[in-house]
């Protein structure tokens, strides 16, 4: 969860939001009606249902993606009025923003092929042996809910990805051209596992589906189903990290640090503004734990997910300052612009995180495997951050 963040989306989005849960009341209600209505009602009263549960259910993902999309292209428009208490005027300008297009279609897509993907799996219960054409046809109709995706969604993705920043996609080119290097992006692994997941499914429901539809069974369809769920988890994962190292672009890095607000943090102190880190007193590893809960936990923990233990072992104290100062400079070559925040906050602060994280990894300062000759840090894979 990011506070700011989501106070960010709340103020520029708040009709958008109470719209959004308009629609999503009615698609709550109309799927109940449809459940316990079942054979109580007329056939052509249940489809009217349906068909209601199914208009709010598309009005929610057109809302919705309005708000994701701009979280990653929020646009000129509205970054001219940011901070100024103005941002609401900008409010379509910043829904309707560069890539809600692309990104509505490939989520209408996407949807349709898990539409397609669930009524295999009804369609794979009828009894072949008893029902031979019905089952036939079933099945084969449900394929056919696939193609529109498998068809479409390239172009579709080419589209999204010619609206997305440039800083964005080198993050997708860095992972294609590290792969031999074993160093490739994150972001590049999930759509990997996109597409090999998608031709997959592909090969699956044409061998099994289409073309042998009175022997497609709930094993098979099932599979197609655990295909499709790691398929749309792993293209969530991919947009969701492609927005780095923001949680809005070009407006607000991903530890809630506002772009603009950089300067006045390194000269005034992060501690000093910051109403989301536990004050620490004097105690300087104090400080430290809040430099590292404000601005680090966003993405890492101690022990756990990006453990900073494990990423930082076997660096002493002046690698782990050569890496700060890194990210607390954040020049243009830097290799961690691309995916990490900007560390703001006085040579105090950073020195104090310093401490907290040298304590965290207890790396002895005379470790000679550790040294680090220079100013220079070590490069931490952006695969493993």
């Not at 989520?107 to 349709?112: E, F, H, P, S, T």
């Not at 672009?249 to 102190?269: H, W």
């Not at 930082?312 to 243009?332: F, G, M, Q, V, W």
Request: hydrophobic share 45%; glycine share 8%.
């Amino acid at each position: 969860a990011n506070p700011e963040g989501t106070s960010a989306l709340i103020h520029n989005f708040v009709f958008g939001w109470a719209m959004e849960w308009v629609f999503f009341i009615v698609e709550l209600t109309t799927a109940a009606v449809y459940y316990y209505t079942w054979g109580r009602v007329s056939d052509e009263l249940h489809v009217k249902v349906g068909w209601l549960y199914a208009a709010a259910s598309f009005f929610t993902l057109v809302i919705i993606n309005g708000i994701l999309s701009f979280m990653l292209t929020p646009g000129d428009a509205w970054l001219a009025v940011a901070g100024t208490g103005q941002e609401a005027s900008r409010f379509w300008q910043a829904f309707f923003n560069p890539t809600y297009w692309p990104n509505l279609i490939i989520r209408c897509l996407i949807c349709a092929s898990l539409a397609g993907v669930w009524a295999l799996v009804t369609c794979s219960r009828i009894d072949g042996g008893k029902k031979p054409e019905l089952k036939t046809a079933m099945v084969r109709w449900s394929a056919k809910w696939l193609l529109p995706t498998f068809v479409l969604l390239p172009l579709a993705f080419v589209w999204y990805l010619w609206t997305v920043p440039e800083s964005q996609r080198a993050l997708l080119q860095l992972g294609i051209s590290t792969i031999g290097m074993g160093m490739f992006t994150q972001v590049t692994r999930m759509m990997l596992v996109v597409g090999l997941t998608s031709g997959v499914i592909v090969v699956v429901t044409y061998a099994f589906a289409w073309r042998s539809p009175l022997e497609f069974n709930s094993g098979q369809a099932l599979a197609v189903v655990l295909l499709a769920l790691i398929a749309t988890a792993s293209g969530e994962y991919t947009r969701e990290t492609l927005r780095k190292p923001y949680v809005i672009g070009r407006y607000m890095f991903s530890n809630g640090v506002r772009v603009a607000s950089v300067d006045k943090l390194n000269a005034e102190g992060y501690l000093t503004h910051s109403v989301w880190t536990r004050r620490g007193g004097d105690d300087k590893l104090a400080k430290g734990e809040a430099m590292f809960r404000g601005q680090c936990m966003a993405c890492h923990t101690v022990n756990g997910y990006r453990s900073m233990k494990r990423l930082l072992a076997d660096r002493n104290r002046e690698a782990i300052s050569n890496l700060l100062t890194l990210l607390h400079d954040y020049k243009p070559d830097s290799p961690y612009r691309a995916f990490m925040p900007h560390l703001a906050g006085t040579k105090e602060e950073i020195e104090a995180l310093g401490d907290y994280l040298a304590a965290l990894t207890a790396a002895p300062a005379s470790n000679e495997k550790t040294k680090v000759a220079g100013k220079q840090a070590p490069v931490i894979s952006p695969g493993k951050l």
